[in-house]
């Protein structure tokens, strides 16, 4: 991600928080974190972070240079709209929406991929089981980016 450097970054349902920990250190991004569920590591101590659902984000419109959100969208709540939590993170950014997501294709075995998942995140988050709700297709993703209304 080179052309972070210098830029804000909004990571959106950071979990620990390394991910975007490593764009502040390694590439030089000005870093900020969101989640939902605290899980940060003691590392990103420094970051500032808030405590908050994406589909209602305590940031001024246009006030970040990129939105990150990677692998989050299939984990939100099936009582949230992810065309909502998608809307409000393009308020927020006034440059670029960043969004890392596992797709489903037409050969993608759903329930497999799901239990999968879940098991997989119950491993590395004991303490925060993190329920698949939805995995979207690339078609769907993209035409909620490019019309976030
Ligand atoms: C698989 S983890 C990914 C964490 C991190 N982005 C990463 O890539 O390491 C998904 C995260 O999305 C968060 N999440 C789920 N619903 C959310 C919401 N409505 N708002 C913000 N974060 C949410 C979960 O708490 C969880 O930490």
């Not at 390394?18 to 590392?43: M, N, W």
Request: one cysteine or more; glycine letters at 2%.
């Amino acid at each position: 991600m080179p052309r972070m450097r210098d830029k804000t970054v909004l990571d959106v349902g950071c979990g620990d928080g390394l991910v975007s920990y490593s764009f502040q250190k390694e590439v030089g991004a000005i870093v900020t974190q969101c989640e939902v569920y605290d899980s940060r590591h003691p590392v990103t101590s420094e970051i500032p972070f808030t405590l908050t659902s994406a589909e209602s984000l305590p940031y001024l419109n246009d006030l970040l240079d990129v939105v990150y959100a990677r692998f989050v969208l299939h984990h939100i709540d099936s009582n949230v709209l992810v065309e909502r939590v998608v809307k409000e993170m393009a308020r927020v950014t006034s440059k670029q929406l960043i969004i890392h997501e596992e797709i489903a294709t037409p050969r993608t075995n759903i329930l497999v991929a799901k239990e999968y998942d879940e098991r997989m995140n119950a491993l590395f988050n004991p303490d925060h089981p993190m329920k698949v709700y939805n995995y979207y297709s690339r078609k769907k993703l993209n035409r909620l980016e490019l019309n976030p209304d």
